[in-house]
């Protein structure tokens, strides 16, 4: 079994690959999330040619990765849209978390997954600037489960601490993660994994407020601030969160996954000169869950 940590190398064909503006209507498919860092918000304009997506040497967008097989799938133009067709992978080809039996027309913002890479399908008269809003939108948005980037969290603890410490009010913040997600990768697979991810992130997006960030910290790892929330109901909201995730059916395949959090709970104290102290504390009181068995929440 492959290490969950190993990053998915992703190797570009430049030369099938036309140049912006050349495609038809400037249709193209931007990559929003990846295994490999440097290839968020590479754009694939698609012309009247087929572009194909395979772990081959024959794709003009290569793969590697376990997920991936040598001849995946392929994007083809049908009557002025584009249509994505699975080319009997071995893994599926997925479009918007749904795997396509064998081929689907595709819509402005449709998302495509193949092996551990999300592409987006931007159409439409005003492509360019759908792509630019989409980068900017990678800076504070993680492509695969939807919550907000780290970066977005650290910034707006930080503008929470001063709201807070300038009103006298609470700010509690939560750290979770999934128990012993290492084992889902290496026996479910990372496919798994990753639709783990996403289900567990709506689970929670589902049950916070729009004042409440929630983004992933990295990994399995989670976080929610809590602006005006007292350690109590802080705690009162990661049971919750706690109970869903362990009452919720994850699915994948066929195969029935179970999933379970453990969480940190801490509030803004004295103590806590910066966003990095108040997590750190939240952090501590995760691992202090971990210790004591997993699947519960310490405050």
Not at 85 to 97: A, E, I, K, L, R
Request: aromatic content about 6%; charged content about 30%.
């Amino acid at each position: 079994m492959k290490d969950p940590d190993e990053k998915t190398r992703v190797t570009v064909v430049q030369k099938p690959v036309v140049e912006e503006g050349r495609g038809v209507g400037g249709d193209c498919l931007v990559v929003i999330y990846t295994k490999e860092p440097t290839l968020l918000g590479k754009r694939f304009v698609l012309d009247s040619g087929a572009m194909r997506v395979g772990r081959g040497p024959e794709s003009q967008i290569v793969l590697d990765g376990d997920s991936v097989s040598r001849r995946h799938a392929h994007f083809e133009l049908r009557s002025n849209a584009w249509w994505v067709v699975d080319d009997n992978s071995t893994n599926g080809t997925y479009v918007n978390d749904e795997q396509i039996t064998r081929e689907i027309g595709l819509t402005n913002g449709d998302r495509i997954k193949i092996g551990p890479t999300i592409f987006k399908y931007l159409s439409g008269q005003d492509v360019e600037a759908q792509y630019h809003e989409e980068i900017y939108r990678m800076t504070i948005i993680d492509g695969l489960t939807q919550a907000h980037v780290k970066r977005y969290l650290m910034e707006s603890l930080e503008k929470e601490i001063i709201r807070a410490r300038r009103h006298e009010r609470d700010l509690s913040l939560i750290m979770f993660d999934i128990d012993h997600f290492k084992k889902v990768n290496d026996f479910h697979g990372h496919l798994a994994g990753d639709h783990v991810l996403k289900e567990l992130a709506r689970i929670v997006q589902g049950r916070i407020r729009r004042d409440e960030v929630f983004a992933r910290y990295g990994g399995d790892e989670f976080a929610i601030v809590l602006p005006e929330t007292s350690l109590v109901v802080a705690r009162q909201l990661a049971e919750t969160l706690r109970e869903m995730v362990e009452g919720s059916r994850f699915v994948f395949q066929g195969e029935n996954i179970p999933v379970t959090i453990s969480s940190g709970v801490a509030v803004l104290s004295e103590a806590h000169k910066t966003s990095v102290d108040l997590i750190k504390t939240a952090d501590e009181k995760l691992y202090e869950a971990k210790r004591g068995g997993r699947n519960r929440v310490v405050s």
